[in-house]
Structure formats: C-alpha cells, structure tokens
C-alpha cells in the first residue's frame, strides 16, 4: 500500500532550466509535507515543507506548490544547477489524526546536465 | 548543534549473527525514528519513540528485531539472528515538536553475508 507515490524515477533537465518533480498521496488525512535531497552513502537532507492549510511555499530556488484537491504536490527548482543532481524523495504525515511517521515516496534521480 | 550521529557507519555480519546499531539525535530533540532504505525505494517506517516510548512500530518489525531508547536520549536498534534481507542502509531521524522536519543521520550501511 504505497500512499506517497513518485512516479517518475528520474529527469533530466539542462542547467539552467526548471525542474518539476511531482509527488502523489493517497491518504487525506495528510497534513504536513516535506521534500529530501539525497546523495549517496548520505542520510535525506530536509529541503522544504508545506502545511495543507498552503498552496504554495517557497525558499531561495526552492518551490513546493499543494494541490489537495488532487492529492498532488510539486517541488520546482528555478534555476537547476549541476549540485542539485541527487535523489529527492517526498514526504507526508497526518499529525491532526496522530500519525506521526513520515511516510516517503520512492524517489526521483535528477540529473542536471552542465 | 553537533545534528544526528549514527554508528557504525557500516557493518558486515554473517548470516545468523545479532547486530546493534547506535543513533545518538539532536538534543532536546523528543522524538526518535527508525528508517530502512533498499536500492530504489524509499526510506521504509520502522519505529518510533516519543522520550523514551515507543508509540509505534511497523509490520517490518519482525520479532527479530529490536529498538530501545533508554532515558528518552539515545536509541539502539538490535537485529537478532540476520538474515540476507536485512541488508540495507538503517537511518535513525529526530524531530522536536509537531508539523516540523526530520533531521536524518548519515545511516548505517548494513551487510549480510
């Protein structure tokens, strides 16, 4: 029972661009959602959040966007660089129904292309 | 802030034998949690502590396995009787409050040989 999906296990996109990553739920009762970067033989480094009382929340070249109704989330990164080659996984709890745990998707590989 | 440490950072074991793991977290930090990771999927739930409760554990959790966190400051994670399948990256997190991030340590790379 996979309730954060990532469907697409890597992208590629040329410095410079946009990269959209894409991540979907399955629970409603999820309230809280976050994004990792993540580099080999390393632990997941926190990115960004979002509570789903937002739609939107942005840090530097990070963007998360929350779409509920769609049970869909999205992190952009403007402008890619080459470091942000990693895997980026997203993340979701429910605290307001008591599930603490995070769960994670399986990931996505980006590649940034110099 | 020294963050999240985790030790050893590998082990090899043979087949059959226990191991522990150690997960020192940020202090004040009141809750503790257990992750696997396999090649291609993501980080899997395995336990966690709020102090030193343990409120929840998953379906992964055989009876072979086990997690402790004396005095609601470090945590263990002991795997008894190893098998092939074990093999993975154990990565331990700390979170202080509600609606916040994980800070994940740098895991364990456990192999079963």
């Known amino acids: 029972d996979q309730q954060v999906k990532q469907n697409s296990p890597s992208l590629s996109v040329q410095e410079g661009r946009i990269s959209i990553l894409n991540c979907d739920y399955t629970?409603?009762?999820?309230?809280?959602f976050l994004w990792y970067k993540k580099y080999p033989a390393e632990g997941p480094t926190f990115l960004i959040s979002?509570?789903?009382?937002?739609d939107k929340n942005e840090d530097g070249r990070f963007t998360v966007f929350l779409n509920k109704s769609a049970k869909h989330l999205s992190l952009h990164i403007v402008p890619s660089q080459p470091g942000d080659s990693a895997v980026y996984f997203c993340?979701?709890?429910?605290?307001?129904?008591?599930?603490?745990?995070?769960?994670f998707g399986t990931g996505t590989r980006l590649k940034v292309l110099a | 802030d020294t963050g999240v440490s985790q030790d050893p950072r590998h082990k090899i074991t043979k087949r059959g034998q226990n191991v522990t793991f150690r997960c020192d977290p940020i202090?004040?930090?009141?809750?503790l949690y257990w992750y696997r990771q396999t090649l291609g999927q993501g980080p899997e739930f395995l336990t966690y502590?709020?102090?030193?409760?343990?409120?929840?554990k998953s379906r992964l959790l055989s009876d072979r396995f086990s997690a402790e966190r004396p005095k609601g400051s470090f945590s263990t994670l002991e795997i008894q009787r190893t098998e092939q399948g074990d093999s993975a990256m154990y990565l331990c997190?700390?979170?202080?409050?509600?609606?916040?991030?994980?800070?994940f340590g740098q895991g364990t790379r456990l192999t079963v040989v």
């Open positions: 993340a979701a709890s429910g605290t307001t129904s008591g599930t603490y745990k995070y769960i």
């Open positions: 629970n409603s009762m999820f309230d809280y």
């Open positions: 979002i509570s789903s009382i937002k």
């Open positions: 202090s004040e930090h009141n809750r």
């Open positions: 502590f709020q102090n030193e409760a343990q409120l929840e």
């Open positions: 997190a700390s979170i202080r409050g509600l609606n916040t991030e994980a800070f």
